[in-house]
């Protein structure tokens, strides 16, 4: 004999299933934002020490964010396309990270200046490259549940 009660699933309660972030996707976002976050602890080093070093890491970071965030941006793109709700959502999360990655780019233009001539201008712009793509990243694990079905 059963002691279980069978029970009808009228679906009641029941949220509409939301896609979760791709593991990839989430590594690429994940990735860029933490290069472009150790660019600008680089940058403001190398505003507070003038050790020229300090300015080249931030040169290569940057640059790791941007191949990273590319990919993400490319990845947003297509997931604009893809979403089934809350397409506003997906299009802001697509433009602050277009926005983050051309700051970004712009800001990789300015460390190609000479040492100290690059500053403060680098410092201002990683400082908005970095709080773009952490705006960017919150916003997508928002967007999409951490895999919960």
């Known amino acids: 004999m059963s002691t ?3 029970v009808s699933d009228t679906g009641v309660g029941v949220l509409p299933h ?24 680089s940058d403001w080093a190398y505003y507070s020490s003038h050790e020229i070093q300090w ?5 290569w970071l940057i640059i790791g964010g941007l191949v ?10 297509i997931g604009i396309f893809r979403a089934r709700y809350n397409r506003g959502s997906h299009v802001l999360y697509f433009i602050l990270l ?3 990655w051309i700051c970004g780019f712009v800001n ?4 190609a200046k000479d040492a100290w001539a690059s500053m403060p ?3 201002v712009l ?13 916003l997508a694990f928002s967007i999409y549940r951490s895999g919960a079905r």
Not at 55 to 59: P, Q
Not at 68 to 77: D, H, K, V
């Open 18 to 41: 939301r896609a979760s972030l791709h593991p990839l996707h989430a590594f690429l976002l994940g990735g860029a934002e933490c290069f472009l976050l150790s660019a600008l602890l």
């Open 98 to 100: 277009l926005a983050a």
């Open 4 to 6: 279980s009660i069978p």
């Open 126 to 138: 990683s400082v908005i490259t970095a709080l773009l793509a952490t705006v960017a990243t919150v």
């Open 108 to 111: 990789e233009l300015v460390h």
């Open 121 to 123: 201008e680098a410092l």
């Open 55 to 59: 300015k080249n890491f931030a040169d």
């Open 68 to 77: 990273l965030g590319g990919f993400a941006t490319l990845w947003a793109l």
